[in-house]
């Protein structure tokens, strides 16, 4: 697994630059809860065909600032970045959540995660 | 003008018992737009994976996630942690561990195909193949205990041994479903109900499984040769005999030809294992708690399953990241019925092979 850092500001440019649909596929996006309002994000691809090539790019950020949303490049992230938005109350640009969740569902599950195993 | 209709295909239909829900709109009952509702039985697995279970239970609870395909989530998960603690498995446990995953694709690839028959109205081509079907889960309950819904995986190996005597029993059975499949093969290529009615229905192109980063025999039956037995190291299939199964077509018709080639290689390659099968310990003790992260990635019946764990050398993990191969699926699913007729719908859907139970984890 092949980790490479990058900014809200960048990734989507970066993402554009890497990507090649022939030869790569998008996992899914994947957040972290960091325990100090703040989030990892990491959008992850494999390469077809190639033995465990697989790269992540991420970044921190915190919760308030809207994400950009790789939708236009990619259609099929709309499925993780929707499970985002529902499970940790992240704002992304254009992207609606209520993919699992209801509104009378438990708010944002996985946003209180890193507290040592405790339920919040 | 022509009039629109609103039409719903689930949430509960007669043509697939999962809760999913597609809501079309139609033209003279040819699809124009899509819509796709997944998320009525989300059980928050997640969550409880980093809050209610401590790491070592979680190949139980992971295993719940699907009946079917238990085996191929508890043992994602299970790589994973063995990857994080540094833990190096010995042949004969990667050996049975492919066995199981195995043939855990047979009778998962025949259900698939039981219900493509029935939704072709064909009900006693449904009745033969699920009937066929029962002695691969005789197979697992002989192997593993359960017929679904194991708890095979253990950290650091498999929970039960092979006796001589299953390893025997393996082979009969596989050899005596062999000549059934290839009858299938026969059926569904040259049986009206199963072949003609159903090529150029349900198109997926190659350009479009490549837009939609398509997985699985949805995938390859469209030409796209991808597969995670291929594209990861962390199960020595290329010892077993594997071979990437691809079709062209991207029709119902040709994700039936995928599976059912995929049924005959896994049980060339189930054979292979139990008749070449290492010495050595089938469980093995593990040390420490995992810390770091790692993703790994399975071909379930379905196609790619990953899992993404992290830890901090805690009881608790920090995170549990599922990401089912029906998940990926959705997006080229609802391009897949746009231009579709909607009489064709039911088979459609049957030929995703879709599981909520994974997609809604």
């Not at chain 2, 199964?245 to 390659?269: F, Q, W």
Request: proline share 4%; with cysteine; net charge negative.
């Amino acid at each position: 697994m092949k980790k490479i850092e990058t900014t809200l500001e960048r990734v989507v440019k970066t993402i554009e630059e890497f990507y090649d649909r022939y030869e790569w596929h998008f996992l899914t996006l994947n957040g972290i809860d960091l325990d100090d309002g703040k989030i990892e994000l990491q959008w992850i691809f494999a390469k077809y065909g190639a033995k465990d090539e697989t790269v992540v790019f991420y970044c921190i950020t915190d919760y308030e600032t809207e994400v950009p949303s790789i939708v236009k490049l990619i259609p099929s992230a709309i499925m993780g970045e929707r499970e985002v938005v529902d499970m940790f109350g992240l704002t992304i640009e254009g992207i609606e959540g209520k993919l699992y969740l209801s509104d009378d569902s438990l708010k944002t599950p996985l946003k209180t995660m890193g507290l040592g195993g405790c339920e919040v | 003008m022509k009039k629109v209709i609103n039409i719903p295909l689930g949430s509960q239909h007669i043509s697939l018992l999962e809760p999913v829900r597609f809501q079309f709109k139609t033209h003279n009952e040819k699809i124009v737009e899509v819509g796709a509702d997944v998320g009525f039985v989300h059980r928050g697995i997640e969550r409880a994976c980093v809050t209610q279970f401590e790491w070592k239970k979680l190949p139980y609870v992971v295993a719940r996630v699907c009946g079917l395909c238990a085996i191929t989530h508890s043992l994602s998960f299970t790589l994973a942690v063995e990857k994080m603690l540094e833990f190096e498995s010995t042949r004969r446990i990667d050996y049975l561990r492919m066995l199981m995953v195995e043939l855990d694709r047979i009778h998962s690839h025949m259900l698939c195909l039981s219900h493509t028959a029935e939704n072709a109205g064909f009900e006693a081509m449904f009745m033969e193949v699920m009937a066929a079907r029962e002695p691969v889960m005789d197979l697992q309950e002989a192997i593993s205990g359960n017929r679904v819904q194991f708890d095979y995986i253990a950290i650091g190996g498999v929970h039960r041994d092979i006796s001589p005597e299953t390893a025997k029993e393996v082979v009969a059975t596989l050899d005596a479903l062999k000549p059934k499949i290839e009858r299938l093969l026969e059926e569904f290529s040259k049986n009206w109900s199963l072949s003609l009615k159903y090529r150029g229905v349900g198109m997926l192109t190659y350009e479009e499984a490549c837009i939609y980063n398509t997985l699985g025999p949805l995938a390859r039956a469209a030409g796209l040769r991808t597969d995670v037995r291929l594209e990861s190291s962390d199960l020595p299939y290329e010892e077993v005999g594997f071979e990437v199964v691809l079709e062209k077509g991207g029709d119902i018709h040709a994700r039936n030809m995928v599976r059912l080639y995929e049924i005959l290689n896994s049980i060339e390659m189930c054979k292979n294992i139990v008749q070449n099968l290492p010495e050595g310990e089938h469980l093995l003790k593990i040390k420490g708690k995992p810390k770091g992260e790692a993703i790994v990635r399975l071909e379930a019946p379905r196609g790619e399953l990953m899992y993404l764990v992290r830890g901090s050398g805690k009881n608790f993990l920090d995170r549990v990241r599922i990401k089912t191969p029906t998940f990926s699926g959705i997006p080229a699913m609802v391009e897949i019925f746009k231009g579709s007729e909607y009489a064709d719908a039911p088979a459609i859907l049957a030929s995703f092979d879709p599981c909520m139970s994974c997609t809604a984890k």
